[in-house]
């Protein structure tokens, strides 16, 4: 099915520990986004990227890494893990932003809590 | 710096009409914003209007759009309990509209 797809789904990490958040879109989308969604707070975007090799920041990047390789790929990089990144992830993509006013896809999201 | 700015609750009755209200900041956005988000799942648009109209309807849903005050809503006529949600509203930030800044949503409670 076409689509954005992040993986995991689901991860406890312990205080220290890193990982990657994987994101793959199937859709030639040149448009990417990592956003992170806490209780009441809506959504806050991390990082972007229009395109393979460039990337950017987003309102709170602090504590994150992301690289675009390819057009499909733009994996989240969290070096060391603190509770405050306890959080719903969301990947995203869309077609040169929002030029064509279609909006963004988004994957189902990955629940990571930092323990 | 952007910021845009929702009710957090309301509560309807099956049947009657919901309006979701949203203040946004940044007069440059070319499109405006509706989506929708079920328990677990990830947002789904809804709708979008283009920053030149003052209102736009796509069957049950109308939006409308006041660029002076900056105002934007969402009304979902004959609302049923499969519309309960959190509805964000999101405007376009940035040139060419690179990334959208999303409001902290409306959780939209129907009953029957």
């Known amino acids: 099915n076409a689509g954005v797809t992040q993986t995991p789904k689901f991860r406890i990490l312990k205080i220290g520990q890193s990982m990657t958040l994987q994101c793959a879109q199937d859709?030639?989308?040149?448009?990417m986004y990592w956003y992170r969604q806490d209780p009441g707070m809506g959504l806050k975007l991390i990082y972007y990227s229009v395109g393979a090799g460039i990337t950017d920041k987003g309102e709170v990047p602090n504590g994150y890494n992301v690289s675009r390789s390819t057009t499909e790929d733009f994996p989240l990089r969290l070096e060391l893990a603190a509770p405050s990144q306890t959080s719903v992830y969301f990947c995203?993509?869309?077609?040169?932003?929002?030029?064509?006013?279609?909006?963004?896809?988004f994957g189902s999201g990955t629940r990571l809590t930092v323990v | 710096g952007e910021d845009v700015e929702q009710s957090l609750f309301l509560s309807v009755r099956e049947g009657d009409s919901s309006v979701i209200n949203c203040t946004y900041t940044?007069?440059?956005?070319?499109?405006l914003y509706w989506y929708k988000q079920e328990p677990g799942a990830g947002l789904q648009l809804l709708t979008y209007?283009?920053?030149?109209?003052d209102m736009k309807q796509d069957q049950r849903l109308t939006v409308l759009l006041n660029k002076k005050d900056k105002h934007l809503s969402l009304r979902i006529a004959d609302t049923q309990t499969g519309d309960s949600a959190i509805y964000f509203c999101?405007?376009?930030?940035?040139?060419?509209?690179?990334?959208?800044?999303f409001g902290k949503g409306t959780t939209l409670s129907v009953s029957s």
């Open positions: 995203a993509s869309s077609y040169q932003g929002e030029s064509v006013g279609r909006g963004y896809t």
């Open positions: 940044d007069s440059s956005s070319t499109y």
């Open positions: 209007i283009f920053s030149n109209m």
């Open positions: 999101a405007e376009s930030i940035g040139q060419a509209g690179t990334a959208l800044i």
């Open positions: 859709m030639n989308h040149n448009y």
